[in-house]
């Protein structure tokens, strides 16, 4: 198949090539069914396929849209590992199973949200809510909250005073305002929440089920719009406190990878990271995982395609070019809908995955 033939154009369209790809590989799917239906109505799930052995003592993780509209990119992934014979042979002989979480934020994928229908940012939603006292604050996002998210759109005033800002206090501590995550806005951009959400406590079942058997856990999860335009940025998806985890990340997967804790990823560091279930939910495994980080448009057109979807979520009767225009400017912040980038895509994650397979069954490059 051309590269591009594994990704497409709606949610639909993409669960619909996953379960075929599945199918097509002999693997059955567990559907983990959403409450809420779809832009178009249709069903959504968190789909779960497995290869390999229940009891495998290696297990390889590869996920996907935990930002929602970024699984444009993700399930283009799946889908072609699915379709590749060599890598599942690699990983039957290597006795790894391999295990696809296919949308773990489907409503936000269908209607082509970061988010999830709870509003959530699903990657800073992992906290111990019975204690909200203890829920970290951000006051760099409380100081620009109502200019991130203003009243009318376009807000030319709002855009000047957080160059302002920007200029005053640098890229790095913008980013962390803006992105790490905050508690205190359930209506702004990255919300973490204040409860668990659908999606985090499907995917603690999913592990539960599926990955409680193994010692050794390897994890792949994908996202766009980071980063140079098609370049795949390794983050090592470790806890501060895991040198090992860190310097096998970096055995498997080349000296490139970042970590988190050094300010040398294009990441900030953030709250409530969703893999940190790996050590929550299967301590019984040593564990090693990378967020793969696709570069999509610079960051400046990101963060305004979600200012400007975040205005539309606040203001539901909107027209309808004006939602059209915006909801179109956000997905192209976070899938670059060209053949070219899909390639590149597709030429990483098959790489990055090959040496999982490697690392987790002891023969790292």
Known sequence: MNPADYFAQSYQQARTLFLDAARRAGLAVHNHAHPLAGRDGEPLALDVARQGSADAKALLIVSSACHGVEGFCGSGVQNALLADADFQRRAREAGVAVLYLHALNPWGFSWWRRWTHENVDLNRNFQDFSYPSTLPLNPGYQALADDLVPATWPAPEADARLYAYLAEHGPAAMQ??????????????????????????????????????????????????????????????????????????????????????????????????????????????????????YGTVPGEEVLMALRADQWLYRHPGADDDTRRAIKRRLRDAFYVDTDAWKARILEQALDAARQAIDGLSGTPN
């Open 176 to 293: 962390q305002a803006v992105s790490s995550g905050q508690y205190s806005h359930p209506d702004g951009l990255f919300f973490g929440g204040h409860s668990a959400t659908w999606s985090n406590r499907t995917l603690r079942t999913v592990l539960r089920e599926e990955a409680r058997r193994c010692t050794r856990l390897g994890w792949i999860d994908l996202h766009t719009a980071l980063g140079p335009c098609g370049h795949g940025e390794r983050i090592c998806h470790a806890r501060a406190d895991d040198r090992a985890g860190l310097e096998r990340a970096r055995a498997w997967w080349g000296p490139e990878v970042t970590s988190l804790y050094d300010g040398g990823a294009v990441s900030p560091l953030l709250a409530g990271m969703m893999w940190h279930l790996a050590y929550d939910e299967c301590p019984q495994a040593e564990y090693t995982g990378i967020a793969l980080e």
